[in-house]
């Protein structure tokens, strides 16, 4: 660890930079920005059209931003079809480990086949281009196979996330008028059988839009099955409707492939819209540049297809670029602290992507666990999600990598379909920050008045370009995308993320976190909305109130705040029951680390909750300006 403890400057070992898909960052950068169409048309050029674009980008309606509009693609063709024709065809595309130990692989000619069928079941169900299809599933092969046979017929993909729960998913399909819904009977975590057909079954009667649900047999649970809604994959596979050849539809590049739901600020969670060209573009280019994926490599972004790091690094940039994934669902530590590491030295895995959450929850077991395998297959590891402290990625890069593995530190949202700030293999690193723009990409920090800030002071991180992989809109809410996004500056349309940061005199730029309503809980984002939304929807509750708090693991925790109906008690069983119902709500991960009875929350005179001056209470810190404050 030399190099790193006297500096803190990380240099990458020639073993790297040598043989970088990328072997230079500041011409190229220069070149992307001062090129930007040129650029992304070069990139484009790696994918394969059924018709050119008539424009790179289309600025006339800013900040409706089009890219590659009037040229025709499908992402399918791009992530499958064309692979089954070239040398590809019988490269592993999918290696699937289960909890209990099972395995399934799928080449990519294998996935054509399971695509294909996926596809003619959904046009048997009469699913047809443009319609919202909601899934709902674990991480099973088949939850990529749904996905891709969605966008292959032109429908368009919601996934919500399977660590969701019944209002959750109901608020997602109704936002989405979704006919139809894929699912399964359940997953497993740590042994035990979860229902989300349970689930499912309680959202679509909160949800009567759903005519139609797709399970998938995977865990063997008895479910219940509503006949003439409800139907098995399995048996419609059977049917000679599901044939397994499919022609995949010729969609525009602007065409929308998905909708993934996140939370905002207020309200209800945002349907962000991404589309078959431009996304295709960024997940595959960025995929390749940033972890420099070679053909033989072995690629494992640990994170859950239902997010959208899933969707742009497990599903299509690898698959785009032909890259074998690697699928693992379960718990990081099942039976024992060494699962992931197994699953490293048993399939040879050459890159891995994950959380900073992830790495803390397995460093506190200690080197021992990956001290038993042989991890040197490694060549990069990436984070992503929140910022990463310089211990955990100390640890990482030392105990995982070797002291030979760039940690790839990328910064992007679901709203940017890809990496925007992230080094390259051949980046210099500092512990903690995600380093330099992505190319193509201009990025700064400023002030409440939209003026940039000087090297090393906070401000709010803006983004001042359009860039392929953004999100196009909100669903349905042109208006609500443009408000809460974008804002116009000497006639220049900026984008604003939600983020503080910092960039020092080198440029670097070190992400702080969310300025708003918004939850980084080990690194999934919740909103403070539907988890009072959650817990007002119990019948003690008058009024509620959730902010985040740090935590050692999981980045911040979730502290909440209610009134209380008169009559009611305060007390431990009345805390739990809360703390239950927001889990079956909402979804484990949103349930509060703690509920506290008050007699009122602080609030503006207009009635909005200060939630700052409860967590600057909570965190005995000054509790700034309370001019606003009602008596
Ligand atoms: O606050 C930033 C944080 O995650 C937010 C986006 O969350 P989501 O849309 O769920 O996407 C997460 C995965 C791409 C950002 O606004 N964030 C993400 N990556 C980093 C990060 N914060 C610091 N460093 C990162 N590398």
Redesign the pocket.
């Known amino acids: 660890m030399t190099q790193l403890e006297q500096s803190d400057i990380f240099y990458p070992s020639s073993e790297v930079t040598e043989q970088a898909n990328v072997a230079e960052y500041e011409k190229l950068y220069q070149y992307s920005v001062e090129n930007r169409e040129a650029f992304w048309a070069e990139q484009a050029e790696n994918l394969n059209w059924f018709k050119k674009w008539d424009s790179v980008l289309d600025e006339s309606n800013a900040p409706m931003y089009k890219w590659f509009d009037g040229g025709e693609i499908n992402i399918v063709h791009n992530a499958v079809d064309r692979h089954v024709e070239n040398a590809n065809r019988n490269k592993m595309a999918i290696i699937w480990e289960g909890e209990n130990g099972e395995k399934r692989n799928f080449s990519y000619n294998g996935l054509n086949r399971e695509v294909c069928q996926f596809a003619n079941v959904l046009k048997s169900m009469g699913v047809e281009k443009g319609d919202v299809v909601t899934i709902y599933m674990p991480q099973i092969p088949e939850l990529i196979f749904a996905m891709l046979a969605c966008a292959k017929i032109g429908a368009v993909h919601s996934v919500v996330y399977g660590g969701f729960s019944t209002e959750a998913l109901a608020s997602r399909i109704d936002d989405a008028h979704s006919r139809v819904l894929i699912t399964a009977d359940g997953g497993s975590r740590r042994g035990k059988k979860i229902n989300l057909k349970a689930i499912a079954n309680d959202a679509m009667k909160r949800s009567p839009s759903i005519e139609v649900c797709i399970c998938v047999k995977n865990n063997e649970l008895d479910v219940e099955m509503e006949p003439s809604r409800d139907f098995w994959l399995h048996d419609l596979k059977a049917l000679p409707i599901a044939g397994s050849k499919c022609e995949t539809e010729k969609t525009g590049a602007e065409d929308p492939l998905f909708i993934l739901y996140?939370s905002g600020t207020t309200g209800s969670p945002k349907g962000m819209v991404h589309t078959h060209g431009g996304y295709a573009v960024y997940t595959s280019t960025t995929h390749r540049m940033i972890f420099d994926i070679k053909p033989q490599d072995r690629w494992w972004c640990a994170?859950d297809p239902g997010?959208?790091?899933g969707h742009?690094y497990i599903v299509y940039g690898p698959l785009i670029n032909g890259a074998t994934i690697m699928l693992y669902d379960g718990a990081p530590n099942y039976p024992y602290p060494n699962r992931w590491w197994q699953i490293i030295e048993n399939y040879g895995i050459n890159i891995l992507y994950t959380s900073?959450t992830a790495i803390r929850g397995l460093m506190r077991f200690g080197e021992r666990w990956p001290k038993k395998h042989d991890l040197s297959s490694l060549r990069l590891l990436g984070?992503?999600?929140?910022?990463?402290n310089p211990k955990a990625w100390k640890w990482y890069h030392h105990v995982i990598g070797n002291d030979k593995c760039p940690i790839i530190?990328?910064?992007?949202?679901?709203?940017?379909g890809g990496?925007m700030?992230?080094p390259l293999p051949i980046t210099p690193l500092k512990p903690g920050s995600?380093t330099k723009p992505f190319f193509g990409n201009e990025i700064s920090i400023v002030n409440d008045e939209g003026n940039e800030v000087g090297a090393n002071e906070e401000g709010k991180l803006i983004i001042k370009n359009p860039w392929p992989g953004m999100a196009r809109t909100v669903f349905k809410d042109e208006q609500r995308y443009k408000d809460l996004y974008w804002s116009q500056v000497d006639g220049k349309w900026r984008y604003l993320?939600?983020?503080s940061a910092k960039k020092d005199d080198d440029g670097y730029i070190w992400?702080?976190?969310?300025i708003d309503e918004?939850l980084?809980v080990s690194?999934?984002?919740l909103g403070t909305a539907e988890i009072e939304h959650a817990l007002v929807s119990h019948p003690a509750v008058t009024e509620a109130a959730a902010i985040g708090l740090p935590h050692e693991l999981k980045g911040n925790a979730i502290h909440t705040y209610v009134v209380i109906k008169e009559g009611m008690v305060g007390d431990k069983n009345l805390c739990n029951e809360l703390k239950e119902h927001v889990g079956s709500e909402m979804g484990k991960i949103a349930t509060p680390e703690d509920v506290q009875f008050v007699e009122a929350l602080p609030k503006t005179r207009s009635g909005k909750i200060m939630r700052r001056v409860l967590k600057a209470r909570a965190l005995g810190q000054d509790e700034g300006d309370l001019s606003t404050l009602e008596e």
Do not use: M
Not at 409 to 416: G, I, M, P, R, V
Not at 511 to 514: A, H, L
């Open positions: 996140t994170a997010w959208i790091t742009s900073p984070s992503v999600g929140e910022p990463i530190d990328t910064w992007w949202q679901t709203e940017t990496c700030i992230s995600a993320a939600g983020d992400v702080i976190g969310r918004v980084k690194g999934y984002r």
